[in-house]
């Protein structure tokens, strides 16, 4: 099945939890995702580590891929500190350089007039060149400190899983190299997806460095790395063909040569991948590529794993669940006894009443039992929570009396116990998405004794009566029983008979 059946080609969680994750599908990781790790908060990073050694998907990193993260990495390790830099020169740049210059230029446009306010003006002036001032020393003597066990968290992730030589791509040969320049930069020359906006960006950069760094002589190396993202799209269909496997290609790449660009680019589940890529993809390999921004896909995934380990702890501690919802399942069949127990199963029984009218009868519930309880289904909603259908099974024990007679005599009177076995509840429990969502912190600090706090909070919605089961009568028939006491007097004068 080609997933653009479907319909629309933007990243849904339906489809992803249903047709992707665990499935037929191998992940592609861009440079772009895998260098924003390091730029991710510690404990989101605690988590995709987690979750990401959770799926059954092989990973697969292209062969330029490797190249670019480790080219980039260090960089990538002293991210905040980069950043710092370029931000306190665009604050001295943009902001103390230009409110200096325009409260100069309003400083002599006063001076040539004859307002009143021209000394209160000199004094804010001086009182704000003044602040500005300090915050630009402020900012210039600013230092800050890389998460070194993040960081470290990261390079372990990336050494130890995600690019281990099992998952790595084979080298792009030197003839292939040529064969794929020539096609990147055709295409990139026609605005042919994807890879032509670094042509814009790069390539004259490029161009420089690469003089800088041979000292005259232009490396080929060096030069077309502006085509890195054709080459990454090469290398994809190129496996796809070998393995015969779908592909989910991860980025954080958010740009229109890889992307249909919302107009809420804020939105990332309404991106869209370019429609020539999918159609060239389909037409090469016969088979399905989807897209997802990274930081979509690590949503994804967390919610797909918190609702998974919380469906496996719930499967295998049925008993806690019974615990939480027995309460709720007595009182539910308590207020279906009468439909359970009907009048047709005891008081209007033709076996008790021998066709005659019962006139006066009692039947007594003494006692409700849960059998078992099992997960008959599980949905995982959109908003990250959790819903859990059971099967309960139920036991009713108790105690009848009927009399019958005719014109308001009565010719039998028959008591008895009686039993309801296999009454058949369906239970409906919700789990909210931050009941979900406290999982992962579980699964990060492994306390898995946690997991009952979770189920003890979680909210039944609703109850069925699917069976009422099957009603077992244990009484002695009064008709019966005379026969019984006339044979046995009977039995009884024979024996003194044959006695004397």
């Known amino acids: ?273 370019r429609k020539e890529l999918i159609q060239e993809f389909n037409e090469l390999t016969g088979k399905s590529i989807r897209f997802i921004p990274f930081d979509l896909f690590v949503s994804f995934l967390e919610s797909f794993n918190n609702q998974e380990s919380l469906r496996n702890y719930l499967f295998q501690n049925i008993a806690e669940i019974e615990s939480v919802v027995s309460d709720s399942i007595l009182e539910f069949v308590k207020n279906k006894e009468k439909l359970i127990i009907s009048d047709d199963d005891i008081i209007w029984n033709s076996d008790i009443t021998k066709g005659y009218v019962p006139y006066n009868h009692n039947v007594m519930v003494l006692d409700t039992e849960i059998i078992s309880a099992e997960i008959d289904s599980s949905d995982e909603g959109e908003d990250g929570g959790l819903s859990v259908e059971l099967i309960v099974s139920v036991n009713i024990r108790g105690f009848f009396d009927v009399s019958a007679g005719l014109e308001d005599e009565v010719y039998r009177s028959v008591n008895g116990d009686f039993t309801v076995e296999d009454i058949l509840i369906q239970v409906a429990i919700d789990f909210s998405p931050s009941q979900v969502d406290n999982v992962k912190g579980i699964m990060i600090k492994d306390c898995s004794d946690d997991f009952n706090l979770i189920v003890e909070e979680a909210e039944v919605v609703g109850m069925e009566l699917i069976d009422s089961g099957s009603i077992v009568l244990d009484y002695e028939d009064p008709d019966e029983r005379v026969f019984e006491e006339y044979y046995q007097r009977i039995l009884n004068k024979d024996e003194e008979w044959f006695e004397k």
């Open 1 to 273: 099945m080609r997933l653009e059946s479907l319909g629309e080609n933007r990243m849904e969680y339906y489809e992803f939890k249903e047709y992707i994750i665990d499935k037929n599908f191998n992940f592609y990781f861009d440079t772009s995702a895998l260098l924003s790790l390091y730029r991710k908060r510690q404990d989101l990073v605690d988590y995709f580590d987690v979750n990401i050694q959770n799926v059954n998907n092989d990973i697969r990193i292209p062969s330029t891929v490797q190249e670019e993260y480790n080219r980039n990495v260090s960089s990538a390790k002293f991210y905040l500190n980069n950043e710092l830099k370029k931000n306190t020169k665009n604050f001295q740049k943009n902001i103390f350089d230009r409110v200096n210059q325009s409260l100069i230029q309003i400083s002599e446009l006063l001076s040539n007039s004859d307002s009143p306010d021209l000394g209160t003006f000199e004094k804010l002036q001086n009182d704000s060149i003044e602040k500005l001032s300090d915050l630009n020393d402020f900012f210039r003597k600013l230092e800050v400190s890389e998460d070194e066990k993040k960081t470290d968290k990261v390079s372990e992730l990336m050494d130890n899983f995600l690019m281990i030589s099992d998952n790595l791509l084979p080298t792009i040969s030197r003839v292939e190299q040529i064969k794929l320049m020539n096609e990147g930069y055709t295409r990139a020359k026609h605005h042919f997806p994807p890879g032509y906006m670094d042509m814009k960006e790069k390539y004259h950069g490029l161009k420089k460095e690469a003089l800088k760094k041979s000292q005259g002589q232009k490396k080929p190396e060096e030069l077309i790395r502006y085509l890195g993202d054709y080459f990454i799209w090469a290398e994809i269909i190129k496996d796809v063909l070998s393995n015969e496997k779908n592909a989910l290609f991860i980025t954080s790449d958010l740009k229109e040569d890889w992307w249909e660009i919302p107009k809420k680019d804020y939105d990332l589940v309404s991106y869209e991948p």
